[in-house]
């Protein structure tokens, strides 16, 4: 956990006044029927995470609430990098986060769209306060450390923030296995890996190079270049194309755990495991364009990625 000295954390902690009044409104809004907590983190998840709105359909009906409101939390958290212009706006950010889970934990939820839904996530479901802790101290160390020295800092930040998320959605549908524990790790190693690197060209252009530097200093990749001319070179395709192998790895190591069904993901499991789709699709694009991030066609929707989650869910592989 980050500890900040006793005036910083004043600072943030004026920060977090205006952060919970400028949110309360926001949740009165919900109260007079503009728009209530459900349909709030249903159009955030459907705005910011096309793939993950697609998965969503998948879920039973029972369970999609709980889903909208875990990714919009995600969502949330994810995005509060690139939201703020300084570190302590992000940290009064988190910080409210941070007591808010508590806060809901104790029945009192913030009047805030998306911390209401996870009230009725959590209380329907019983879901861990761990995981969602352990998700806002990565987002907190990601402030301080945007980039990765070595692919074991950016493997285990993997794991705090997309395979602790998939341990939640685990968890929500009632699935204790040890085996599907071990296979949602790898899978959100290798979703965190592959949304990275689509997402390169976006945090080259605020001078931030998302591949660990032990990579890209085996690759002779300048980066000042890259931040500059906004072009990929052979140097930085081949650093991709490391990058891209690990994540294809883990994806391979997760599909191995179901070896003794035939590949096959147990059916109520399937909705968790439908997340690899996007990644393999990713995968499939970096391929086609030999591992140039900067490719148009990474950032183009994918028309065939609805009916390749379906089949792949009736199928129960990925």
Not at 101 to 110: H, Q, V
């Amino acid at each position: 956990m980050i500890v900040m000295p006793l005036s910083l954390r004043s600072h943030c902690l004026q920060r977090l006044s205006s952060f919970r009044r400028l949110h309360t409104s926001s949740a009165l809004r919900s109260e007079t029927g503009s728009f209530n907590p459900a349909e709030y983190c249903k159009d955030l998840v459907r705005k910011h995470d096309y793939e993950g709105y697609l998965t969503s359909q998948l879920y039973p009906k029972r369970f999609q609430g709980g889903y909208l409101a875990l990714r919009a939390f995600y969502i949330e958290l994810a995005t509060v990098r690139e939201a703020v212009s300084q570190t302590t706006l992000g940290q009064a950010r988190l910080m409210f986060w941070r007591d808010a889970m508590k806060d809901i934990y104790n029945d009192k939820p913030p009047r805030h769209p998306i911390a209401l839904a996870m009230y009725e996530a959590t209380r329907d479901n019983h879901l861990s306060l761990y995981h969602f802790n352990r998700i806002i101290e990565a987002r907190e160390q990601e402030l301080h450390n945007q980039t990765h020295l070595t692919l074991e800092s950016m493997t285990s930040h993997a794991e705090s923030t997309s395979s602790t998320f998939l341990y939640l959605l685990l968890e929500m549908l009632k699935l204790p296995s040890s085996t599907l524990a071990h296979a949602a790790s790898h899978l959100g190693v290798a979703q965190s890996l592959t949304t990275l690197i689509r997402a390169l060209p976006f945090h080259a252009s605020k001078g931030v190079m998302v591949i660990p530097a032990e990579i890209t200093a085996k690759h002779n990749v300048n980066q000042q270049e890259i931040f500059s001319k906004g072009k990929s070179s052979h140097g930085l395709e081949d650093a991709v194309f490391e990058l891209a192998t690990v994540a294809n790895d883990h994806l391979l190591t997760a599909r191995d755990m179901f070896k003794e069904s035939g590949g096959r993901v147990p059916p109520d499991a399937m909705p968790v495991f439908s997340a690899a789709i996007p990644v393999v699709s990713i995968l499939s694009t970096l391929e086609s364009v030999n591992f140039n991030v900067f490719n148009p066609s990474l950032q183009i929707r994918d028309w065939r990625l609805a009916w390749q989650v379906w089949r792949s869910y009736y199928k129960r592989t990925f």
